[in-house]
């Protein structure tokens, strides 16, 4: 089974700030590589697909970026709306989500 | 638009079996899409339980395999799960989800339904 894990699990940045945060497959997954963003008590909002492909709707100041089985999700300019847990996902072969990265706002 | 709605028991007893089924409108469960379910327990990540085609062909967490089977209802354009054997281990929200032809990844979810076990 492909195994998917994230880094960091927290952390902490200011309103304006660049977040980064990567996610490595156990094993080359192409660009099956997708993204969600899980707020407080909600459920998982799809926001990128095929590596870097945003989902309608979602603004421009996330990107992500990768192949194989390294793979970056961005957010250019840190917002306070954007406090939440995100998770990558493969779809290569059958589903598994990364472990998840918490983003608190300072 | 899309929208999933989960329903079934909320309270499931240790060894029993755990049911849920999911409403789909505004898509057709036979469109070119697959239809699945994620689970998270309490204060923890998501996991991946299974999914299936219209077809009937599906595909399962194997750390779950032996205990999950979903279903499609063409006719009433939903899906179901059922879980075995359960234990407090199984306690989670769980969520449907549409699977965008079955490659790009999960774009509509329920609101999730939270399922305890225990006696």
């Known amino acids: 089974d492909i195994q998917m894990t994230q880094s960091p699990s927290s952390l902490s940045a200011s309103v304006g700030d660049r977040v980064t945060i990567t996610c490595r497959a156990s094993?080359?997954?192409?660009?099956?590589l997708s993204w969600y963003q899980q707020k407080p008590g909600k459920a998982p909002k799809f926001l990128i697909y095929?590596?870097?492909s945003l989902q309608s709707g979602v603004p421009s100041r996330f990107s992500g970026s990768g192949s194989g089985t390294n793979f970056t999700l961005t957010i250019s300019s840190l917002q306070p709306e954007d406090l939440a847990t995100y998770y990558c996902?493969?779809?290569?072969?059958?589903?598994?989500f990364g472990q998840g990265t918490k983003v608190e706002i300072k | 638009q899309v929208q999933l709605q989960e329903s079934g028991p909320g309270l499931v007893k240790p060894s029993g079996t755990l049911s849920l089924t999911c409403g789909v409108s505004?898509?057709?469960?036979?469109?070119?899409?697959?239809w699945g379910w994620v689970r998270q327990p309490p204060g923890k990540g998501l996991e991946w339980i299974g999914e299936?085609?219209?077809?009937?062909?599906?595909n399962y967490n194997p750390s779950l395999k032996s205990r999950v089977t979903i279903s499609v209802d063409k006719s009433k354009n939903q899906f179901s799960l059922r879980l075995g054997s359960v234990t407090a281990a199984d306690t989670a929200v769980y969520y449907c989800?549409?699977?965008?032809?079955?490659?790009?990844?999960?774009?509509?979810w329920g609101q999730g339904a939270l399922v305890t076990v225990s006696s």
């Open positions: 299936i085609y219209h077809s009937g062909s599906s």
């Open positions: 094993q080359n997954i192409n660009s099956y």
């Open positions: 996902q493969q779809t290569y072969s059958r589903r598994t």
């Open positions: 989800v549409r699977d965008a032809q079955g490659t790009v990844g999960f774009d509509h």
């Open positions: 095929g590596v870097s």
């Open positions: 505004g898509d057709s469960i036979i469109s070119s899409n697959w």
